[in-house]
């Protein structure tokens, strides 16, 4: 993998992570729409954002991304995994980092500690384990209490909170500054299953404050959906995900969210078939006209999702044209016009906001039956591909 950084003056910095990568696939990072996004989404939540960049940042990159929210004044970045806030860490990021999920009796979470980092305890048995290595290493760590809701997914559960957060406060290396919970399907507006997690949420929050004086730093609930798509005002904190890197979780296109990924590749070969012919494995496809057909060396090991294989189209010079047969790990097959030309670009997604014939992500994930969130988070994973950030 090879990293491209044009700075706004359009000096060019590079950095080859690994040298596999050509040209053939370029994914291009719009740190523009990424500060854009980010101003977007603290106006909707009417509160400071916690971007999470789990998952290598939804695939955009958590170290370059990390150092693009940083320089655009965000104090507070989350991740899923210890690890992934361990590597931020490491790449020199000294801001609070939080993270959630964690092997209880694994070294990370000593290391956690020991690197200042906010740790949520999703499990009342976690306690003891957490003060014993804050003791260990004479630190005081930064605990967030994450409640479950409603998700059933990892959480302290609902009737365990408030003693478990007496515990956490009464706890000589404890510094209990945050409560935290996570909605189940906040992408659909007015949902009753929603409204029901923030009123238990807010009650929760309310009772510890009223009856035990346990008062939070900071409290937050809201991802991509409940920023967009409820009154959160009254918390301190948004964790945005997706929307950060312009995509609504609702799947549908938002003019206000600014896609900031774009991901190309180019025409290796030109060549004719005949009626008759078939194309790629297992012969899904037969050409019912001699015509001409395109290579472009990406596939499924590259994010392009199999199962889009049949329904999926891209766009080339300006027009766009069925992907022909099974999708293959390295390269897809492409209907091809006779002013097409070897070098040529194939956009497998982008940004409708250049005014250009566009392919967005959510065309990609309906082709794929699945969602915006999986094919971005596995475009970059593979060694060929070129990073490129552009208005860092």
Not at 147 to 164: K, L, M, W
């Amino acid at each position: 993998m090879r990293i491209i950084k044009t700075h706004k003056n359009g000096r060019q910095s590079h950095v080859n992570a690994w040298n596999a990568s050509s040209n053939d696939i370029v994914v291009t990072i719009d740190a523009a729409a990424i500060r854009h996004n980010a101003d977007y989404l603290r106006k909707m939540s009417k509160t400071d954002i916690m971007p999470v960049l789990k998952a290598n940042a939804y695939g955009h990159g958590a170290i370059p991304i990390s150092k693009i929210l940083r320089a655009h004044g965000v104090k507070m970045i989350g991740t899923a995994t210890i690890g992934e806030a361990l590597m931020l860490r490491k790449s020199g990021d000294n801001g609070r980092i939080v993270a959630w999920l964690y092997d209880v009796n694994g070294p990370e979470l000593g290391e956690a500690i020991r690197k200042n980092i906010d740790i949520c305890i999703i499990d009342s048995s976690h306690v003891l384990v957490v003060c014993k290595l804050a003791a260990k290493h004479a630190q005081r760590v930064r605990i967030h209490l994450f409640v479950d809701t409603g998700i059933n997914r990892a959480g302290i559960r609902y009737t365990e909170a408030i003693p478990t957060a007496l515990e956490l406060s009464n706890a000589p290396c404890i510094a209990l500054v945050g409560l935290m919970s996570h909605f189940t399907q906040s992408e659909l507006p007015n949902d009753a299953t929603t409204h029901k997690q923030l009123k238990m949420f807010r009650e929760l929050r309310d009772t510890l404050l009223r009856d035990h004086n346990v008062a939070f730093e900071h409290v937050h609930i809201a991802n991509s959906g409940g920023c967009l798509n409820y009154d959160v005002s009254d918390f301190t904190l948004a964790r945005p995900g997706l929307s950060v890197f312009g995509m609504d979780p609702n799947g549908k296109c938002n003019k206000n969210l600014w896609p900031a990924m774009t991901v190309e590749s180019r025409i290796i070969q030109i060549k004719p078939i005949s009626k008759g012919d078939t194309v790629g494995y297992d012969k899904t496809y037969t050409a019912k006209k001699n015509m001409l057909i395109c290579v472009a060396p990406i596939g499924y090991a590259d994010g392009v999702p199999r199962s889009s294989s049949g329904k999926l189209h891209v766009i080339v010079n300006g027009t766009r044209r069925k992907v022909l047969g099974n999708i293959s790990m390295d390269q897809i097959v492409i209907e091809a016009h006779p002013n097409d030309a070897v070098g040529n670009t194939v956009l497998l997604f982008g940004s409708p906001r250049n005014g250009a014939t566009i392919q967005t992500i959510y065309d990609v994930a309906d082709a794929s039956n699945t969602i915006p969130h999986e094919i971005v988070t596995r475009v970059n994973s593979s060694m060929r591909v070129v990073m490129k950030y552009i208005n860092v």
